[in-house]
Nanobody
Framework: QVQLVESGGGLVQAGGSLRLSCAAS????????MGWFRQAPGKAREFVSC????????YYPDSVKGRFTMSRDNAKNTVYLQMNSLKPEDTAVYYC??????????????????WGQGTQVTVSS
């Protein structure tokens, strides 16, 4: 069992930056693919980033590529999402997730077994 707790969300102006953190407990995150997803009101949860269990590969959709960077600190059992050049359309609740799925599942919610409670990110124009 893995427990995930996100933090670092808030209100920021367009063009600004935020760093989200996801602290894990129960098991080491190095054994899991770690992902970030987001969900805006009235929309489906969408993939934001994935860092594979090996720590060598990251994946991003085109909507955030070049602006968001995911990283991991095994000693702190924590993953991060650095978000730069934020846009109003990035406004959503951001969720951290852990899973053991294959590469097919990196970008899909069904590829993750454990989820945090989410943290709100609001970008004003």
């Amino acid at each position: 069992q893995v427990q995930l707790v996100e933090s670092g969300g808030g209100l920021v102006q367009a063009g600004g930056s935020l760093r989200l953190s996801c602290a894990a407990s129960g098991r080491a995150i190095s054994g899991y693919n770690m992902g970030w997803f987001r969900q805006a009101p009235g929309k489906a949860r969408e993939f934001v980033s994935c860092l594979t269990s090996s720590g060598t590969s990251t994946y991003y959709p085109d909507s955030v590529k070049g602006r968001f960077t995911m990283s991991r600190d095994n000693a702190k059992n924590t993953v991060y999402l650095q978000m730069n050049s934020l846009k109003p359309e990035d406004t959503a609740v951001y969720y951290c997730a852990a899973g053991v799925g294959s590469s097919y599942a990196y970008t899909r919610t069904e590829g993750y077994n454990y989820w945090g409670q989410g943290t709100q990110v609001t970008v004003s124009s």
